[in-house]
């Protein structure tokens, strides 16, 4: 029996049958309920300073606060407050939250290892800054400010899910220690010190249980290695600096590569994913298959490639490239785009003369107010194998002659046999 | 579904005793008899769980020496509530995510039923929620009081639920910078 402690007060107080006479004799039935369950009403304070600030009701409340396993610091909190606060406090912390508005380095390195000592369960630092809101509206991220101070992570030892969205600060991964719990981390707006070894950290001799790893918007990180045989899912997106990927994860299931090496100064990927298990893969990235190197992947069921331009100048070369690699893929996941303007643009969907067989077409389709009918005419013929198809239109119109309204986004989902459904769709057309 | 109260019907249904019955009666510590659907029971009480699955449960009615007649009746009726409600998206995905509060915040059933309860009616049902182990019902009702003390001041606390402060004022002096943190953000 959970929670039973406080059966014998239950029956105590039980005598009493008749409602609202206690309130006006004055009775404090709050205080009197055990501290597991003044735990779970402190919990829905929501911060740790409102918890905290019980205290002051009553001897009963002076260490309730403290026997939280939950703490939250929002925003509004002064982050030299959260030290003393992780300080002052006593249980195990299986969650911990803290939010700030453009902290430097300095207030997050005054708390981060009291929390470390403390957590046993999962960490969400979110930094909100200026940059890191820029980088997200698709703005070049900014320099790091020189001399700037960076943040050295302790190791987690006991977390077992960490998110860190530090805003562009500088950090430092542990170059020792085992995360040994660990099992999602997740990394954004995070500039890495050039000597940083990240794949190192997240690599299953120093982090055996990770399942899930994220990093997004990451700069400083030129080569990157991750050997983990507990890895499930594995997304790296806007890696700005990224020039070699190294992934040994034969349990991986998922990976995203999003916007990494285009952004690189030499704008080569240079790849080697060995992956057995994979069974989808979202590429889209500057891909080479020169120098990506894709091991077996016999499980493999989706592929996602880059965006495909519909007119435009740069060639579609990572979008085509990928497609090359596979002849049979259960499920394909395309994105056509007309950029708004597509006057004096070559017309480049005939460089797409072949697909992989496919059972099952997820396009999508940003087609900015232009007529599509052509283009899907050519995907669809050649995926004449298809048995399901998906369609995603989204966009905003530029011009009258839309063929759907404004910012509609419309979903099909339909089982059709192909031939027969080409022409029915093409008279929709 | 309609609560018995202790009248000759539950009597009635309890002489059927076939041991494949849907429902399990309910004794309070007044001796009314409450009856409530079996799945709904075993689900959101782990110690009703654990007698139905015992075999520790009475056909002529389950002593619950500790629970009061009103108490139980509000837990019978919000187990059959909640067997009948369909549970939203939020309740239904288990998984914690990252950013988000990793409890659940009630459905507005939920904020209804325990609304309409007295002071004295909310604090019974949270100790017969804690006595049964009903998670789902201690969340509901926890949640109700915190929802009292927020944007209250430690006065208007302590004046809510007869709190008596039992500090001497040096005691308090200390406490208040000893948690500056706590109340320097205000």
Redesign the interface.
Same mark, same amino acid.
Not at chain 1, 19 to 23: A, F, G, K, M
Not at chain 1, 52 to 62: D, E, I, P, Y
């Given at each position: 029996?959970?929670?039973?402690d406080?059966?014998g007060?239950?029956?105590a107080?039980?005598s009493r049958?008749s409602?609202?006479?206690?309130?006006a004799a004055?009775?404090?039935?709050?205080?009197a309920?055990?501290d597991d369950?003044l735990v779970?009403?402190?919990? =829905?304070?929501?911060t740790? &300073?409102?918890a *905290?600030?019980?205290?002051?009701?009553?001897?009963?409340?002076?260490r309730l606060w403290a026997l939280l396993p939950?703490l939250r610091f929002p925003s509004?909190?002064?982050p =030299?407050?959260?030290a003393? &606060?992780l300080l *002052?406090h006593q249980a195990p912390l299986?969650?911990l939250d803290v939010a700030t508005e453009d902290a430097a380095a300095e207030s997050v390195a005054a708390w981060v290892p009291a929390a470390t000592r403390r957590l046993s369960g999962?960490l969400?630092f979110t930094n909100r800054t200026p940059a890191a809101n820029a980088a997200d509206e698709g703005d070049a991220p900014c320099e790091r400010k020189r001399g700037a101070a960076f943040i050295d992570l302790p190791c987690f030892g006991n977390a077992t899910?960490v998110?860190l969205d530090v805003g562009y600060l500088g950090v430092v991964a542990p170059l020792a220690g085992v995360f040994a719990r660990l099992t999602?981390l997740?990394l954004a707006h995070v500039h890495f010190h050039s000597s940083c070894a990240l794949g190192d950290a997240v690599s299953s001799r120093r982090c055996p249980s990770l399942e899930k790893l994220t990093v997004r918007y990451a700069m400083g990180v030129t080569d990157l290695a991750v050997r983990s045989s507990s890895l499930r899912r594995m997304k790296l997106e806007n890696m700005d600096s990224l020039e070699k990927l190294t992934v040994v994860t034969p349990a991986l299931k998922h990976l995203t590569v999003l916007t990494c090496f285009y952004r690189g100064r030499r704008r080569r990927p240079v790849a080697d994913i060995e992956a057995r298990q994979l069974k989808v893969l979202r590429w889209g990235d500057l891909f080479d298959r020169s120098s990506v190197k894709l091991g077996k992947m016999k499980h493999l069921q989706s592929v996602c490639p880059d965006v495909f331009l519909v007119y435009g100048y740069p060639p579609n070369d990572p979008c085509l490239a990928l497609l090359r690699c596979f002849k049979i893929i259960h499920e394909l996941c395309l994105t056509l785009v007309y950029l708004p303007d597509i006057n004096d643009r070559p017309y480049l969907l005939e460089d797409m003369k072949m697909l992989p067989g496919v059972t099952s077409l997820h396009l999508g389709l940003t087609s900015n107010g232009h007529a599509f009918g052509t283009c899907l005419f050519h995907i669809l013929k050649l995926c004449s194998g298809t048995r399901k198809l998906a369609l995603e239109i989204s966009g905003k119109s530029l011009e009258e002659q839309t063929t759907c309204p404004a910012d509609c986004i419309c979903d099909e989902h339909q089982n059709w046999k192909t031939e027969e459904l080409l022409l029915n769709h093409l008279q929709e057309v | 579904m309609e609560v018995d109260k202790g009248k000759g019907e539950a009597e009635e249904t309890r002489k059927v005793a076939e041991a494949d019955r849907d429902t399990v009666t309910l004794k309070s510590s007044d001796g009314k008899l409450f009856e409530v659907s079996k799945e709904a029971a075993a689900r959101l009480s782990t110690v009703l769980a654990g007698m139905i699955a015992g075999g520790s449960i009475d056909d002529n009615g389950t002593d619950l020496k500790q629970i009061g007649s009103e108490a139980l009746e509000n837990v019978v009726d919000y187990c059959n509530k909640h067997a009948n409600s369909i549970p939203s998206a939020a309740l239904i995905s288990s998984s914690i995510s990252f950013n988000t509060a990793p409890f659940k915040e009630p459905e507005e059933w939920e904020r209804k039923f325990v609304d309409r309860l007295s002071h004295d009616a909310l604090f019974d049902l949270v100790e017969a929620a804690n006595f049964l182990g009903m998670e789902r019902l201690l969340d509901v009702t926890c949640h109700k009081i915190s929802e009292m003390m927020k944007g209250k001041s430690p006065d208007q606390i302590r004046e809510v639920f007869n709190i008596k402060n039992d500090y001497t004022k040096e005691e308090l002096e200390e406490i208040r910078q000893e948690l500056a943190w706590a109340f320097y953000d205000d």
């Open positions: 029996m959970e929670r039973s406080g059966g007060e239950i029956s107080m039980r049958i409602s609202d006479s206690s309130t004055g009775e404090d039935r709050l205080s309920l055990p369950i779970l009403v402190l919990m =829905r304070l929501h740790a &300073a409102a *905290a600030q019980t205290s002051v009701l009553s001897r009963r409340w002076r939950e509004s909190s002064d =030299r407050h959260i003393s &606060a *002052a299986a969650f999962s969400v899910a998110s999602k997740r | -």
